[in-house]
């Protein structure tokens, strides 16, 4: 796979899996029409976290996602939160997922993905 960014060693970890094609997922975005960046890992958007390192550096390079729009919606309340609420599938030619806690998912992005797929979701 090309990812969309460089991965360090023994990343994705093995167990990230594909996702699964009939899977709804929502990010959260800051524009409204959506921009790539819009789909950009912590470590590449240079946040705080990823800068000092905070985590775990394969982790940072993933891209947040969620199997729950409540959920989502609730942290939009967060200061520094996305404005939109992103709906898409993915498929196994987009990368791979893994699954965390409380409808939260790391993904790891290949070339492959297009925002095009990509639905603002009104709330």
């Known amino acids: 796979m090309n990812w969309s960014e460089e991965l360090p060693d023994n990343c994705p970890p093995s167990n990230a899996e594909a996702p699964d094609n009939n899977k709804v997922y ?37 891209v947040s996602i969620f199997d729950d729009v409540e959920t989502l919606a609730n942290a939009l309340r967060l200061p520094r939160a996305g404005k939109y609420i992103v709906e898409f599938t993915l498929n196994e030619k987009d990368g791979v997922v893994l699954e965390g806690r409380n409808h939260h998912w790391t993904w790891w992005k290949t070339d492959k993905f297009s925002i095009s797929r990509c639905t603002i979701v009104e709330l």
Do not use: H, W
């Open 26 to 62: 929502y990010r959260m975005a800051r524009s409204n029409p959506l921009s790539e960046s819009d789909f950009y890992s912590q470590a590449k958007v240079g946040t705080r976290r990823a800068i000092q390192g905070g985590d775990d550096p394969c982790v940072m390079r993933g």
